[in-house]
Structures are given as structure tokens and as C-alpha cells.
């Protein structure tokens, strides 16, 4: 019997991306392996079940009781774990950091569990990289967002009522979702910049034609990541930044590291002295907020200033972000599968690096 790869209709909160497409679902049975499918499973993300040429569909129950690998965009339920049988594959963004009773549940269901959110950053990841396909999609919503909530136009307008001058546009942190946001910022006509503490990043955000923010701080780390700063180097730098902001119309902050809280850039002192009618959208509200005001899900408003904290927004173009994220989650099935059989190879660094659980032993302690 070939292998069956299945997939749910997902359920958390907003959520509409799905992790098969009708394209990956083709790729798939072309390596010889069924998918499988809740009815109406790619439905919200724009994928009726018609669209599907390639799949089969069956009630929530029968898809557990059959897979042999279920894909999934977020993590499921507890009871879709109850659902599979032993040795079941699990494969989608797990989110494992702090949550150890969901990594403590798929121990003991002996299901083994590949959280994508764990893959190295190195080159040969990069096609199975969901943080990065997804960030794209966040910066360029993000933009979006802030371009709709401004009071200001984004671009120079020269009307019979007068001149317009282009809003100036901040994007802080310069990775793939900043820099998806800069790119926004100067399609919608915007003079943007763009802020990192990683001065390697200054290249990226001047070829897009924005210019770096020098703040005379430098925090260079490992994995693509910048390391924290120290006490000194991060009261130089919110010195420097206060006092430029004072000038700024729309801050879209995206700084962020896997498991661990955001860190804080921007304070209420900063907030207070920002002009009335400004306007700061903050990426990072999910893991805390890179703005101390921030509330997530929320909007707030401080001395004239609004503050929004905008949730999962890859969810919110749900079509395209799930076509990125089931080319990820193809690619990686790929290294699971060998001449037709589930033989995942733990030599392989993608592989155990990014396993959090597998035949009943725990192997991820973060």
C-alpha cells in the first residue's frame, strides 16, 4: 500500500492556509504516495475540494485513522493526536517552545513529530524554510496594514490642491519579513529606511532602495540571528532611535527569535515623543511586541499615537501563503521518504535537528 500523506482542515482561531495544495498534492502522488484530505480541508485558503485532481477526501476521523504523515499549518488539537495511530509522521510548525505538554503528547502516542521552526538556517534549508516563506508574506501585510490605518498617504501626490510629501516609513529589523516590508513601503511611494542591529543587512536594505538607519550599534550574532545587546550598546541605541523617531510617520517593527520573547525597541518614552497622528505596527505582537505598549490583537492609542499588534498574518493571504508553505512541506517530506517507504534518515542534520518526538522518545528539550 502506498504511503498516505494527509492533511485537516485547520482550526485554530483565523486560521485559513491549508498545508496541501492542489499543485503539491499532484507533486505528491507523482512520488507514488495517496493524499488524503478533509472534506473542504483548502477550502478558506481558496482550494475547493474540486480543485483537488489528485487527492481524496473523507470526514476528520477516517483521515486520522488512515495517514501514514499528517501535514498541518499550526498545531492541532490534542485529540488529533489521540486520533493517530502509533508511529504516525507529523510534520508542520509545531510551535515547541514552551509548550511542553504538546511535545509531551506526542511522546506518548509514539507519534514522531518534525517541527519545521527547528530546520537549520543553512542554504540546503532554505527550500523547506516555512519562517522565511511566511515572514514574507507578514511584511508585505504588514505594510498593507499600515499603508490603510495612516492618516497620511504613502506617496508624493502633486494636485490642483497642493503637494503632498511622501510619508517617511521605518521599517526596524531587516530580515525576510522587514525586508518584504521595505520593498512594500517603496512600491507604495513611501521614503522608507530600514534599522538592524546586523550591519551586514545594510546592502539588502539599500538594494531595495531604502536607506540604512545608522544608529552606531552593532550586534552581529550566529544563525542569521543578532545577539542581545548589552546594557550599554542598547541605551546608545534607543537614545540615538528616540531622537529620529521624532521625525517618522509609520514604524513597522518585525524583530524576533524563535522561543524567546521579543525584544523590546521601542519604549513608551520613544511613543510619547513620536508626532500625534504617527503610526506604529508592530510584527513581533504574537511573541510580545517589539513596542512596549503593544498589545496583541489590539489597538492602542498613546499621546496620539496608534499602536496595533496584528495577529497570524501570513492567515490573512491565505492562497499564496499556502502555496509557499506546501512547496516547504513537500520539500521536507522528501527527505522522509525512501523508495516508497517512511524511512526518516536521523544522520541527516534537517532531519534531527528539526525532530521533536519519535517512537516514544522525547527529543526536544528547548
Not at 480541508?41 to 488512515?66: H, I, K, M, N, T
Amino acid at each position: 500500500m502506498p504511503i498516505t500523506v494527509a492533511a485537516l482542515r485547520e482550526t485554530a482561531a483565523g486560521e485559513r492556509r491549508v498545508a496541501i495544495t492542489p499543485e503539491m498534492a499532484k507533486k505528491l502522488r507523482g512520488k507514488g504516495l495517496r493524499v488524503l484530505l478533509e472534506h473542504d480541508a483548502g477550502r478558506a485558503a481558496g482550494f475547493p475540494d474540486s480543485s483537488y485532481a489528485e487527492a481524496e477526501f473523507a470526514d476528520a476521523a477516517a483521515v486520522l485513522a488512515q495517514a501514514d504523515l499528517l501535514a498541518c499549518v499550526l498545531p492541532p488539537d490534542a485529540a488529533v493526536f489521540a486520533g493517530l495511530r502509533e508511529g504516525t509522521v507529523v510534520v508542520g510548525q509545531l510551535r515547541p517552545y514552551g509548550a511542553a505538554d504538546r511535545v509531551a503528547a506526542l511522546t506518548a502516542h509514539k507519534l514522531t513529530a518534525f517541527s519545521l521552526e527547528l530546520l537549520p538556517r543553512t542554504t540546503r534549508a532554505q527550500a523547506m524554510d516555512v519562517l522565511s516563506s511566511q515572514a514574507a508574506v507578514a511584511g508585505y501585510r504588514a505594510m498593507l496594514i499600515a499603508a490603510e490605518a495612516s492618516p497620511k498617504f504613502f506617496p508624493m501626490l502633486t494636485t490642483a490642491a497642493g503637494t503632498i510629501r511622501p510619508s517617511k516609513v521605518l521599517v526596524i529589523g531587516a530580515g525576510v519579513a522587514g525586508l518584504q516590508a521595505i520593498a512594500t513601503a517603496r512600491r507604495l511611494g513611501a521614503q522608507t529606511e530600514g534599522y538592524d542591529v546586523r550591519p551586514e543587512t545594510r546592502e539588502q536594505v539599500e538594494s531595495l532602495g531604502a536607506k540604512f538607519l545608522e544608529l552606531g550599534v552593532s550586534a552581529a550574532g550566529s544563525g542569521g540571528y543578532a545577539r542581545e545587546l548589552s546594557p550599554e550598546e542598547r541605551a546608545a541605541q534607543q537614545q540615538a532611535l528616540g531622537e529620529h523617531l521624532k521625525s517618522i510617520d509609520v514604524i513597522v517593527t518585525t524583530a524576533a527569535v524563535p522561543g524567546r520573547p521579543a525584544p523590546k525597541i521601542l519604549t513608551a518614552a520613544m511613543v510619547g515623543g513620536m508626532k500625534p497622528g504617527a503610526l506604529i505596527v508592530d510584527l513581533a505582537a504574537e511573541s510580545g511586541g517589539n513596542c512596549e505598549l503593544t498589545k496583541p490583537g489590539e489597538r492602542v492609542e498613546h499621546g496620539g499615537v496608534v499602536i496595533l499588534g496584528p495577529l497570524n498574518l501570513p492567515a490573512g493571504a491565505p492562497l499564496h501563503a499556502s502555496e509557499m508553505y506546501a512547496r516547504n512541506v513537500f520539500n521536507f517530506i522528501e527527505l522522509l521518504v525512501h523508495d516508497g517507504e517512511l524511512r526518516p534518515d536521523f544522520g541527516d542534520e534537517l532531519v534531527a535537528k528539526s525532530c521533536l518526538s519519535h517512537a516514544g522518545e522525547m527529543r526536544f528539550t528547548g
